[in-house]
């Protein structure tokens, strides 16, 4: 009796077992030679328009930032010195492509496609790198220092997101309550705007870092057919 209950049980969690890796296919997607070939070139496509961008050209420069003027006789004034309104909405229309999985060339979602190419262990590892170094580098705190408001700290993240999802992108409630009270109606708004622009300009330093490996990426895979399944993903880029 006992044998056959022990029997019952092992059969009972096979069950499981295939019902649960049946589940986890369901939600990968297979992904082809010719996708995947789809995707650098996208990737590959929209880093070139932010190179060439007015952003990048109003932002990498060397006295990016602000300054701030005090007077007994008068009010504060700040200066800054970076982009302007119209290069910053023009750069969030390509930078989304890179931060949402929406495109399938997030920086999670092309570390996830790495993993899966025909590519030099080394290209799989320096990409994984990147996407780490940006996530990292997203939790940190804003200018590696204790900016705190509201009794938070903030980190890049919190006021990267709250830029592009709080006004530029879209205007989310949550973060769009951030951005009217710490930016829009802040005495330190110019101060939150170059902080923004020095996160996206480390953004973009990894985004332009990636051609290269992708252009050899795209190359080795030309021998192989297009209709050739590497693997599966996820199917909206997230594990």
């Known amino acids: 009796m006992l ?6 049980r092992t059969a009972e969690r096979h069950t499981r077992n295939v019902c ?3 589940d986890c ?6 992904v082809t030679v010719l996708e995947a070939k789809q995707r650098l070139r996208l990737f590959n496509e929209k880093a070139e328009t932010l190179r060439r961008g007015n952003f990048k050209t109003k932002v ?8 701030m003027k005090f007077g007994t006789a008068q009010p504060t004034i700040v200066e800054k010195r970076g982009a302007d309104e119209d290069s910053t909405l023009a750069l969030v229309t390509t930078l989304r492509f890179f931060v949402q999985p929406r495109d399938q060339i997030s920086f999670k979602q092309m570390a996830e496609l790495y993993n899966i190419l025909p590519v030099p262990d080394e290209d799989k590892r320096l990409v994984k790198a990147a996407h780490d170094d940006v996530e990292s580098f997203l939790d940190s705190l804003v200018s590696g220092m204790g900016l705190v408001i509201d009794g938070e700290k903030l980190t890049n993240r919190k006021l990267f997101e709250t830029f592009m999802y709080g006004c530029l992108a879209h205007a989310n409630t949550d973060k769009r309550q951030y951005y009217e009270k710490w930016v829009k109606n802040s005495p330190v708004r110019l101060m939150m705007e170059t902080i923004f622009e020095e996160i996206v300009a480390a953004l973009i330093g990894v985004i ?3 051609p290269p490996t992708n252009e050899r990426s795209i190359q080795r895979l030309e021998s192989t057919q297009d209709s050739a399944v590497l693997g599966h993903l996820p199917k909206d880029g997230t594990q």
């Not at 990498?60 to 300054?67: A, M, P, Q, R, V």
């Open 20 to 22: 649960f890796n049946l």
């Open 3 to 8: 044998d056959r209950l022990r029997g019952l």
């Open 208 to 210: 332009l870092w990636f």
């Open 25 to 30: 296919m369901a939600k990968l997607n297979p």
């Open 60 to 67: 990498f420069i060397e006295d990016h930032g602000f300054t």
